[in-house]
């Protein structure tokens, strides 16, 4: 977890560092007292969360899986951490709040319509949480992304300086409204999420001064809204003059545009929120609970297998089922997308640190409880499985070219003529769709899928030729779409 730190000076922030500081940042003291605002990120999930330290005090606001970064934040501070505000149930990482209230003894602050299986102190529209004689946080109620989502505004001496807006408001985005749905009327209760939204976008963030900032519980990447800017904050007047939400001044239109082409909802999405409204066991207790098998160990027979290795060390050499998920900077998002929540699987890794590693990005989405064990594989002797390679143009009648992006990539960015969409996370359940009457190539954006999902095609189909183009896709991007070089 990278951490980004600002110090309060002359009414604004200044981004010190990207990285953990090396030293401890603070603001100047004055009669009134000390506050500081640190920002935590999650580069995989895309997900930031934040330690308010006021007078060697502290509150967390949306903490991860893993409580360690917070508790050496406040032991290199000298602070004390008294309570964690929960914007809403997360769906696409687990937190830590229950395991601070339990180490801490702490206080869990959420909407009183969270039905939460831990104990939560209501913190509803307009309740006042006292940091200092003159610093305070204001809870706004800003449901849309979920019903139970709430803000939080950090004010001095009566004026607003900075809101805290979860999933509510992300940055040129808003949180999806399609995450929270329960029973079988999804439809109307999507279409009711997104109205609410509308009204927290132009009643609650559009009251806000231009001047507050905002700190999102998400940046660009996250599954949770659709076009998030690539930026670790902004500001009100910054978001009503830029966001496309802050446009649309018709109820009825905001709907329309919030619910067109959302994109796909990974599996482990309605688990996490379970788990976050429940709380999760101690980290490193349940990773350290994870069992680990002796090297090359053999999984049962059809076993699900998550083989992290890089793709040049899988195609040398892999074992039966497994499926080439590089450890990488989406691992917990696709282990979520391609695993279901309710499957055992063993897990892979090169060497124990890179187990190590997989293990605790496993645990983020709550998945560590499904590994069924963990091993180091090196053998040399295993299954192959061939990159494409080649500087002439690709011949489309001589391959089954299957494009694992989404439905939204392959149409808007077309790269053959003749390829079969089925994006990644649905691949597993549509392998009927593949014809075998060719040797069959692989595609996604950029390599990371279509290693996955060439793994995927090989273990259905352990006698075709199965070739995964890679990085190498980038040639035939480049050259704008080699269906037109093809016409």
């Known amino acids: 977890m990278r951490r980004r730190s600002f110090i309060r000076q002359a009414g604004g922030f200044i981004l010190l560092s990207t990285a953990i500081p090396s030293k401890v940042f603070s603001n100047s003291s004055s009669a009134n007292g000390n506050w500081h605002i640190e920002q935590f990120q999650d580069k995989g999930l895309a997900h930031f969360s934040y330690a308010i330290l006021v007078d060697g005090k502290i509150i967390l606001v949306d903490p991860s899986r893993n409580p360690k970064p917070y508790l050496d934040y406040a032991k290199a501070q000298n602070a004390e951490i008294i309570g964690v505000i929960e914007t809403h149930p997360h769906a ?5 709040h229950l395991e601070l209230q339990q180490l801490k003894g702490i206080k869990i602050y959420a909407s009183s319509l969270t039905r939460a299986g831990y104990k939560r102190t209501g913190f509803d529209d307009g309740a006042i949480f006292k940091l200092s004689d003159n610093v305070n946080l204001r809870s706004i109620f800003t449901p849309g992304h979920a019903p139970d989502h709430i803000a939080v505004v950090l004010t001095e001496n009566g004026k607003d300086i900075a809101v805290f807006s979860g999933d509510s408001l992300l940055i040129g985005d808003v949180g999806r409204p399609d995450l929270r749905e329960s029973g079988t009327d999804a439809t109307t209760q999507r279409k009711q999420l997104a109205a609410q939204l509308y ?28 076009a998030i800017r690539d930026a670790s904050s902004s500001t009100i007047g910054e978001e009503r003059a830029n966001n496309p939400a802050f446009q649309i001044k018709n109820k009825e239109a905001f709907v329309k545009n919030i619910l067109n082409d959302l994109p796909f909802t990974p599996k482990y999405f309605p688990f996490d929120v379970a788990w976050n409204i429940k709380g999760l066991p101690n980290f490193a207790a349940s990773v350290a609970g994870v069992e680990i098998f002796s090297p090359n160990f053999t999984p049962p027979e059809n076993s699900v297998v998550i083989d992290t290795r890089t793709a040049s060390a899988f195609k040398k050499s892999f074992g039966k089922n497994a499926i080439n998920l590089q450890n990488g900077t989406k691992f917990e998002t696709w282990l979520g997308s391609t695993v279901s929540p309710e499957t055992k699987f063993y897990l892979i890794a090169a060497d124990e640190k890179s187990l190590e590693e997989v293990i605790a990005k496993t645990a983020k989405i709550g998945y560590e409880q499904n590994i069924a064990a963990a091993f180091i594989y ?6 192959k499985l061939d990159s494409y390679v080649s500087d002439q143009s690709i011949d489309e009648s001589k391959f089954t070219i299957i494009d694992v992006r989404t439905d939204r990539e392959f149409k808007e960015e077309p790269i053959f003529n003749s390829a079969i969409n089925i994006p990644l996370q649905d691949l597993k359940d549509q392998l009927n769709k593949i014809p075998q009457d060719k040797p069959i190539l692989v595609n996604c954006a950029s390599g990371y899928r279509s290693a996955a999902g060439s793994s995927i095609i090989k273990n259905k189909f352990p006698n075709q030729a199965v070739y995964d183009l890679g990085t190498a896709v980038s040639k035939y991007e480049k050259a704008g779409t080699a269906h037109k070089q093809n016409q």
């Open 92 to 96: 696409d990482f687990t937190s830590s």
């Open 199 to 226: 009204d927290t976008v132009h009643q609650k963030f559009g009251n806000l001064a231009d001047s507050v900032i905002v700190y999102p519980a998400h940046g660009a990447g996250s599954l949770c809204g659709k």
């Open 378 to 383: 090196n053998l040399s002797n295993g299954q």
